[in-house]
């Protein structure tokens, strides 16, 4: 295997601190052994139905290469018709017909992919505005119902952004930076257009695409959309006496590629990283839009008039990382945006940008302070915002109207989002930051129980520089069996009324802990929606500190009581006059 050595501006923000930039060094190269199963039940009166897949190809771009073997598709029945095509993309369809189909139909796609990830310093020098762009690439600068380049909002925000910009480097991570910082994900939109994202600062993988898209087509940047899938599995990234660990979820995934003259199509994930994808990433199907990337996975079908019946279907993938070479490691440097960015090391004309730091909390408060304020206001804040109860294996898109007289089911970019957290010899723990005095009566979690075995609490930490320190209080310990086992994910609400805490304003964490055979998930969002860059950590066993920090956030919520009289610190007096 040969050596891979890069640079990467490696870009998260602690609270209201300096930017956490850290150039890297060591690459990435695996064998991927993939397989994806897809079973269709068809509805009562069905007469046809129809199943659309697009073959993985190799690619190779300036920082991440895809090389795929042994492709192989397998369908537990033989289909009516059986096509080929190639798309004007470049995408190569699959598509088989059932007609009529009298049971289940399963496809198991499976294929070995060797991904490499390179990136040493990149030299560009292609200007902004560009110019001289063949017309195959110039079809990358159309606007898309999804991709509404002609917006006045849209044209207002990417001008501004890109004022003064002389490289299109420069103008490319001005935009990212915009949207990594603006965008809160979630896992399920109203709306998956580029405009939506803009005005309610929210979406999942597939908005920050669309917005990128529509900001950088808008001031005449080619940009693709990229379908894919994203696995599980975590690396480290060594930063000093620290380890960043960074992970997705195993399942579908929206990113871009942006044309530079001087370098070609060069991969970005808005939704996570700048000017890189890992090789954890697989490449399948590219468009304007992800309207139109909707083949790979598509389910439509014909009825009977007078019957309405939808097919049922469940998706499985899975991966084995084998062969897997990681070696990264980071320095510091002192610059950046405030939420999580990842990008090489780029010699060329751009600007610093300066972050807008997070509002501090008002200053602590004393113990004879919090003493004379009544607790008669109830609060509940955090990360709440995820998908309860939903079984993933099997939860399917909306269906709409297809071509002619079928019915259609895009694939659906719900994932789980989640961290095994009973595993032995490792805690975890997430941080949150009040901006009042509160009595603590719960904390609650968003878990996924197996199994009836064993006992979880939570402990209540102070902030150590930015990690948990001395523990100030415990919750009531829960038996496993007394969680009621849902198919999805809930809230399970640690007790914390008989430890009797009132909080000042500032900064806490909340670590799991568990014993017996416990076996519990912890749903998690992308990025940092609530709080810090550093405020979701675990140690392993024989860790002096929780030095160790995620990519994401835990989701949980406090609640507890606060007060109307609070003021700021500095009208304390007022109040005890």
């Known amino acids: ?60 771009s300036r920082t991440y290469s895809q090389r795929i073997e042994n492709l192989n598709f397998k369908f537990s029945q033989e289909p009516s018709k059986k096509t080929e095509k190639t798309d004007s993309r470049g995408n190569t369809i699959i598509e088989v017909v059932f007609d009529p189909p009298l049971k289940p139909v399963t496809m198991t796609m499976t294929c070995t992919a060797y991904n490499q990830v390179k990136l040493d310093k990149i030299e560009t020098t292609s200007p902004f505005p560009l110019t001289s762009l063949s017309d195959d690439v110039k079809d990358f600068l159309k606007g898309t119902e999804q991709v509404d380049i002609d917006d006045l909002q849209i044209k207002a925000k990417a001008r501004e952004l890109t004022a003064g910009s002389k490289t299109e480097f420069d103008a490319v991570q001005k935009i990212l930076t915009y949207v990594v910082d603006q965008i809160k994900y979630v896992q399920t939109p109203k709306s998956y257009n580029a405009v939506y994202s803009l005005k309610t600062g929210r979406g999942n993988c597939q908005n920050y695409s669309h917005l990128s898209a529509a900001l950088m087509r808008s001031v005449g940047i080619p940009v693709r959309i990229v379908n894919g899938v994203t696995l599980k599995k975590p690396y480290d990234i060594k930063t000093g006496r620290s380890i960043l660990t960074m992970k997705m979820a195993q399942g579908r995934h929206s990113w871009i590629e942006v044309y530079f003259p001087d370098l070609g199509w060069m991969p970005f994930d808005p939704s996570g990283t700048v000017l890189f994808v890992s090789n954890r990433f697989i490449r399948i199907e590219t468009g304007l839009d992800n309207n139109e990337t909707e083949n790979d996975g598509l389910i439509r079908w014909s009825y009977t008039r007078g019957t309405d019946g939808t097919p049922q279907s469940e998706e499985n993938i899975e991966a084995a990382v084998d062969k897997d070479s990681v070696k990264i490691a980071g320095i510091k440097t002192d610059y950046g945006p405030r939420e999580l960015l990842v990008s090489p090391h780029v010699a060329a004309e751009f600007s610093k940008v300066e972050f807008k730091p997070l509002e501090p909390p008002p200053p602590p408060m004393t113990d004879k302070e919090l003493k004379i304020l009544k607790y008669n206001v109830q609060h509940v804040f955090g990360n709440r915002e995820f998908p309860r109860n939903i079984n993933f294996l099997t939860f399917t898109s909306p269906a709409s109207q297809g071509e002619g007289d079928t019915m259609k089911i895009k694939k659906n970019f719900m994932v789980e989002t989640a961290e095994y957290v009973t595993t032995n010899g490792q805690q975890y723990a997430q941080t949150f930051i009040l901006d009042r005095p509160l009595r603590l009566i719960e904390v609650g979690l968003a878990l996924h129980k197996f199994g009836n075995e064993g006992q979880l609490w939570l402990e209540l930490f102070k902030d150590n520089g930015g990690m948990p320190g001395e523990i100030m209080a415990t919750s009531e310990f829960m038996n496993m069996n007394a969680i009621k086992y849902k198919p999805g994910y809930d809230w399970v609400n640690f007790d914390f009324s008989k430890a009797n805490k009132v909080l000042s304003p500032g900064r806490y964490w909340v670590g799991l802990g568990f014993t017996g055979s416990a076996v519990v998930n912890w749903f998690f969002t992308y990025g940092k929606p609530e709080g810090p860059a550093d405020g979701t950590r675990y140690k392993v066993l024989f860790d002096e500190t929780w030095s160790r920090s995620l990519n994401f956030e835990f989701n949980y919520r406090v609640m507890g009581l606060t007060t109307s009289e609070f003021k700021a610190k500095t009208e304390f007096k007022k109040l005890q006059d």
Do not use: D, H, W
């Not at 890297?24 to 052994?33: K, R, W």
């Open 1 to 60: 295997m040969k050596k891979i050595i890069f640079l990467l501006a490696f870009i998260f923000i602690s609270g209201n601190c300096l930017a956490e930039n850290y150039l890297l060094n060591g690459g990435q190269e695996s064998q991927i052994n993939y397989r994806i199963t897809q079973r269709v039940s068809p509805a009562p009166g069905t007469k046809k139905i129809f199943l659309s897949y697009v073959k993985p190809q190799s690619f190779s």
